[in-house]
């Protein structure tokens, strides 16, 4: 009696816990709208935080609650999309698409360097050393974080500096708030022309440190039919709402450090 006795109460009591917390689990329950799983299925599952949520949970609930819209999510398909606006209801709004583009030209054979780097393959740590290899300050350091923090394998570095496939690129922003240096931009995926430079050095700075560098020399603006370039902080810089993609901007650079694409590159 010695042994059943303090069973029997110990497994009385876990009845009657156990009773308790089903009950409390029931009236403390917070139901939650069957949408916001249909609407998370329909996602990419990345979970990269390009949409600005902590992940795609997150975000098909404040879609679900029209705190987002359904094309918020960048690595989405549009046919996914399309599906959640039925489940929802309401129209699909598809925003512009947008890719990643690093705005360097400075490869190995243009850019000088001020030393050799044997450490840790990073950007972050060859930039906490003067700011990198490279004589030039906002040349890509060509380490290649913005390869690993891809989630999509768009980026890779080639000649030493990142080159962003856009066909893979989701528009997630990772590879922008992983570099160090900030010469990562999101740029219309139609756009095919663009300055790939991203220094704020003058002119007869640049031509000692990269012979692929932008020198403000405003050829490129003076010759543009609709305004859409102009030369601010001894940089080029394209409004891609004004450019036509007509190239005869990168037809005058003599750096040639404006690309132009016949085709959409993305």
Do not use: W
Not at 34 to 62: D, H, I, K, P, W
């Amino acid at each position: 009696m010695s042994i059943i006795l303090p069973v029997i109460v110990l497994g009385g009591m876990g009845l009657v816990f156990g009773g308790l917390l089903g009950i409390a689990a029931k009236a403390f329950r917070v139901e939650q709208d069957e949408r916001v799983e249909q609407v998370t299925e329909l996602l990419a599952g990345a979970n990269c935080g390009g949409c600005g949520y902590a992940g795609c949970s997150a975000f098909a609930a404040a879609v679900v609650a029209g705190e987002a819209k359904p094309s918020g999510c960048p690595s989405t398909k549009s046919e996914n999309i399309a599906k959640i606006a039925e489940i929802l209801g309401i129209a699909v709004e598809e925003g512009e698409r947008m890719v990643a583009k690093v705005m360097c030209s400075g490869t190995c054979d243009k850019a000088s360097v001020k030393y050799q780097y044997d450490g840790i393959t990073d950007c972050v740590a060859v930039y906490r050393f003067g700011g990198g290899e490279k004589t030039c300050l906002y040349g890509c350091t060509g380490y290649g974080s913005c390869v690993r923090a891809c989630m999509f394998d768009a980026i890779s570095i080639v000649n030493g500096v990142a080159h962003v496939d856009p066909d893979k690129c989701k528009s997630c922003g990772m590879c922008i708030e992983t570099c160090p240096k900030r010469i990562i931009d999101m740029v219309p995926a139609k756009q095919r022309t663009f300055v790939g430079c991203k220094s704020k050095e003058k002119g007869v700075v640049i031509k000692d440190i990269c012979t692929a560098g932008c020198i403000g020399c405003k050829l490129c603006e003076k010759a543009c039919p609709k305004y859409a370039i102009h030369v601010v902080d001894n940089i080029a810089r394209i409004d891609y709402d004004k450019c036509i993609n007509c190239g005869i901007c990168a037809g005058k650079c003599p750096k040639k450090v404006i690309e132009f694409h016949k085709k959409t590159v993305a």
